[in-house]
């Protein structure tokens, strides 16, 4: 092949990658722009700290549903972590036996289970047998939606640690699971991490699961037991209605969604830089 | 390589291989074979390592230094399949005897690898790791002891200012130097190093030496090295090995100057390697 085929060759590869890459990226521009666009202008102060109004009502803000959100963000955080992360652990430490396998494709087919899926499931086992929607069933159908991201994140960035790490701790006569918890978890902290960020972020924007799990409420309210807000139902019921208030109500609530995940990404990052400058000179 | 005749067929437990120099035995190995799987990769290995001494183990890649000293204090256990047959006695105790205590072994029987592996920890952490899985919270009795490591490992000087410090700051002579100190630490009789220099460059290896020399005053060492200069500098004994035997085992001044067999002599003069 003479050497002016190849670099034409190599012109033609690299542009059609650069046209991939651009192709993958318009979308993202667009659905950022046009949701700036739309819900800046309806962001104010209000919309934090106010309470939905009723149609007709001008104003009114979603400060219910932010807080909603966190709460049910908070929940399923507290259910996934433990039950992802020890998963995960376990994956690493024994990752060639029979069990791990199962577990491992178990976690690979609860990724892909769609989310509305995942609701129904909540919906019969926490909302049916006490006959009322609340933000725990909410939490509880985010949580399984977030395990197997924090089970497979986990495994990975644990069998990443190089395996001098834990000979080192074996031969100073640390048992395995010392050897685990004290060495080997600490060095891959600032993976899990992130992956626990991606996670939560990943499950802050689901809407689906929450319909008829954790429902809604127009009113203030931190109670687990009872319905919650939260920012996706009521960007969903809003941009559904017919009223061009709530439109703008809906574009604003979509910003703030968008920040809220942007936010968690940033916050993953510096958490893991930080963590990797006490790690390393 | 050309030699793949001509193995020595000496069985195991020739005099030659037997004969100890001094001192009492604390290592007795007695027709030890090692497996991975279905590969063999040390067969009948017989040798007696005395106390307080340097036993240095040479050999060409592959030839099971590494795994045979990785049996002393059983690391190849983590190893899926592999298996080991015969017996290695410390003090007279069957470490491979079912029921041994392998946490227990381990801290009898420090080790420094080959690729320096600091914990991503502080200087102080990393040497106070063997002493807190142990058991000791004392911070007082943690700094001494931690101070008396770092001493005895050379080290004390150049780090007792930022003892809080991450670890993986230090230069590589010094991460290594610091693994000694770690494994010191918990007082261990039996030091193994898997080629601790071969990573370093000539100054910082000169210092390991220098230190190793220094503390087989108080351990038992054993050394694996690639480097023939290293062996004959700090070993008292050295044992060659070749495709998993050993093929000859004697004081480092005999296997260097006059060695039995025709094979070790052309290893150690550089024919083949």
């Known amino acids: ?281 | 390589m050309t030699i793949t005749i001509a193995m020595p067929s000496a069985p195991p437990g020739t005099a030659a291989v037997r004969e100890i120099e001094s001192g009492a035995a604390k290592i007795s190995v007695r027709d030890f074979d090692f497996f991975y799987g279905s590969a063999q990769v040390l067969h009948g290995i017989t040798l007696d390592i005395p106390d307080q001494q340097v036993t240095a183990l040479i050999g060409p890649s592959g030839c099971g230094k590494t795994t045979f000293i990785r049996s002393i204090n059983r690391m190849n256990d983590i190893i899926p399949e592999a298996r080991a047959k015969g017996t290695i006695t410390i003090d007279g105790r069957d470490i491979y005897a079912p029921g041994t205590d392998v946490v227990a072994l381990r801290r009898r029987v420090g080790m420094v690898f080959q690729k320096s592996n600091p914990f991503p920890k502080s200087i102080f952490d990393n040497v106070a790791y063997g002493l807190r899985i142990g058991g000791l919270t004392d911070k007082r009795s943690l700094r001494e002891h931690v101070e008396k490591s770092l001493i005895r490992a050379a080290l004390w000087d150049e780090v007792k200012d930022r003892l809080d410090d991450s670890a993986l700051a230090l230069s590589g002579g010094q991460q290594q130097r610091l693994c000694i100190a770690r494994a010191l630490a918990v007082d261990p009789e039996i030091l193994l190093m898997d080629e601790p220099a071969s990573a370093l460059d000539p100054t910082a290896t000169t210092k390991i030496e220098e230190l190793i020399w220094e503390l087989k005053a108080n351990y038992t060492i054993v050394i694996v090295t690639h480097n023939m200069q290293q062996a004959a500098r700090v070993s008292d004994r050295t044992a060659f090995f070749m495709l998993g035997r050993v093929v000859e085992y004697s004081d480092t001044k005999t296997i260097f100057m006059n060695p039995k067999e025709k094979m070790t002599e052309d290893y150690v003069t550089g024919r083949f390697g």
């Not at chain 1, 190849?6 to 990658?17: D, F, N, P, Q, Y």
């Not at chain 1, 700290?49 to 908070?74: C, F, H, R």
């Not at chain 1, 992802?84 to 069990?99: M, P, Q, T, V």
């Not at chain 1, 991606?198 to 319909?211: D, K, N, Q, S």
Request: proline letters at 5%.
């Open chain 1, 1 to 281: 092949m003479s050497a002016r085929r190849r670099k034409t060759v190599s012109a033609i590869a690299e542009g059609l990658c650069a046209v991939a890459v651009i192709l993958a990226l318009l979308p993202l521009a667009f659905i950022l722009f046009y949701v700036v666009k739309q819900g800046a202008s309806a962001l104010n102060w209000a919309f934090f700290t106010s309470m939905p109004k009723p149609v007709g009502e001008p104003g009114g803000g979603m400060g219910n549903a932010i807080v909603g959100t966190l709460i049910l963000i908070g929940l399923a955080a507290l259910f996934a972590v433990p039950i992802g992360c020890i998963c995960g652990i376990h994956l690493a430490e024994y990752r060639d036996s029979r069990f791990s396998s199962v577990v491992r494709f178990a976690a690979d087919v609860l990724n892909g289970v769609p989310s509305i899926v995942i609701g129904i499931f909540a919906y019969g086992l926490a909302v049916l047998p006490v006959k009322r929607f609340s933000a725990m069933a909410g939490g509880f159908a985010l949580g399984l939606l977030m395990i197997p991201v924090v089970v497979r994140t986990t495994e990975e960035l644990v069998r990443l640690v190089p395996s001098g790490l834990r000979e080192g701790a074996l031969a100073l006569g640390a048992s395995r699971s010392r050897a685990v918890f004290t060495v080997i978890v600490p060095a891959a902290l600032p993976g899990i991490l992130t992956g626990i960020l991606v996670a939560t972020a990943r499950v802050a924007g689901e809407t689906a699961p929450l319909l008829f799990t954790s429902f809604n409420n127009r009113f203030w309210s931190t109670n687990i037991a009872q319905p919650i807000a939260s920012l996706t139902v009521q960007v969903f019921t809003y941009a559904i209605s017919p009223y061009d208030d709530w439109h703008r109500q809906a574009w604003a609530g979509a910003f703030l969604l968008v920040m809220i995940i942007l936010v968690l990404s940033i916050v993953a990052r510096l958490a893991v830089r930080r963590l990797e400058q006490m790690n390393r000179p």
